[in-house]
Structure formats: C-alpha cells, structure tokens
T-cell receptor, first 112, second 118 residues
C-alpha cells in the first residue's frame, strides 16, 4: 500500500543527544515536509523539500537539520541546540507544493 | 505576515446536530490556497479540501460543506447531521504558493477540537 511511514511512534532521548526521525514515502511525491505540533497548538513548519537535494527552512528551523538524498526519504535530525525538543513530529508529502499533503502517523519525541 | 485564526478551541454537540467550524485568514497575497485537515485521535492528519483564492464557489461533499467568502476572509466548514466518527481536531491552513520565503509559505490555525456526544 502507498503511504508515509514514520518510525518509531514513540522516542525517548536524553537531553543533549542528537536524534534522527525517519520519514519514508512510496507515493512518488516530489515535495516533503516536517512539522512540529505542541499540545493545543497547530502545526508549525520546520523544513520542506520540493525536490531531491534541495530543502527550505520553515518557521522554526533553528535546532533542526534535514537531508534529501533520495526522493522517498526525508530524515529530520533534532540537535542538542533545539531548546525544547519534546513534541509530536509529523512528516508529510505532496505531489507539489500547494497541493494536498499526505501525512504520516507521527513520532512523539520525549527528551528526558 | 499571514495568519490563520480558528477562534473556537473546543466545540461539543450532540450527535445528529449540525456544526460549523470557523476559519478566518489574513494575507496580502492575491494568490493562495486554503485547506481543511482532520486529525483523529490516532494523530495522522487527513486531507479534507483544498480551495484556491480565485474559486469562491461553495462546495459540498456528503455531510461536509465549505463556505469560502473572500469579502470576510473566511473559509468555514460545516458538518451536517454529525456523527461520533466526526470527533477530531480540525485544522484550517493557508498556503502562499508564490511566497519567496519558506517561513511565510504555509500556516496552520491552532485547530478546533470537535466532540460529538452520542
């Protein structure tokens, strides 16, 4: 079945450690996105990529990094520079920017 | 900068009642897209509708309907004859396809939590 996978669903890390969240899609979509969701808040765009080997910063890129070496993969690294990394992270993809996005199930990251 | 306001934080209605979720947006751009997404308890967002700024026709899809009014910068969502399965958080979003800056490109509202009481 086509879709977006994010793993793991729950992730725990110690403060000061970098952690990489995976996002894979088999929808053949060009564009991919990373969002952060905090309780009672909407989604905030961290990074997005319109094409392989290219990506753009969103609203809250500080403390995060991404890569887009393959069309189907868009991993997000939460670095130790991110002051408050505990949140729910959602990955999405679309056939092009401004088209409807398809979302993965999310990863809930807790930094202890 | 653009902004999306969903003033209703939480709404509860009894099953079979109609309910309208409000969305008000702000942008100086004349070309933009508006979206509604549903987030059930599982967490994964589900696309509901996309509307471009040049198409003000209202849309109906089954029990769902959307009212787009540029004059009031609103894009409201109505569920008719609500069902328990409609319980979720609903997000309105604004996309600016011609923006040169990624951080002004896509903005979500804070969401409305809808609870349908059986």
């Amino acid at each position: 079945d086509g879709g977006i996978t994010q793993s793991p669903k729950y992730l725990f890390r110690k403060e000061g450690q970098n952690v990489t969240l995976s996002c894979e899609q088999n929808l053949n979509h060009d564009a991919m996105y990373w969002y952060r969701q905090d309780p009672g808040q909407g989604l905030r765009l961290i990074y997005y990529s319109q094409i392989v080997n290219d990506f753009q910063k969103g609203d809250i890129a500080e403390g995060y990094s991404v890569s887009r070496e393959k069309k189907e993969s868009f991993p997000l690294t939460v670095t130790s520079a991110q002051k408050n990394p505990t949140a729910f992270y959602l990955c999405a993809s679309s056939t092009g920017t401004s088209n409807e996005q398809f979302f993965g199930p999310g990863t809930r990251l807790t930094v202890l | 900068a653009q902004k999306v306001t969903q003033a209703q934080t939480e709404i509860s209605v009894v099953e079979k009642e109609d309910v309208t979720l409000d969305c008000v947006y702000e942008t100086r751009d004349t070309t933009y897209y508006l979206f509604w997404y549903k987030q059930p308890p599982s967490g994964e967002l589900v696309f509901l509708i996309r509307r471009n700024s040049f198409d003000e026709q209202n849309e109906i899809s089954g029990r769902y309907s959307w009212n787009f009014q540029k004059s009031t910068s609103s894009f409201n969502f109505t569920i008719t004859a609500s069902q328990v399965v409609d319980s979720a958080v609903y997000f309105c979003a604004l996309d600016l396809p011609l923006s040169n800056f990624g951080n002004e490109k896509l903005t979500f509202g804070t969401g409305t939590r809808l609870t349908i009481i059986p």
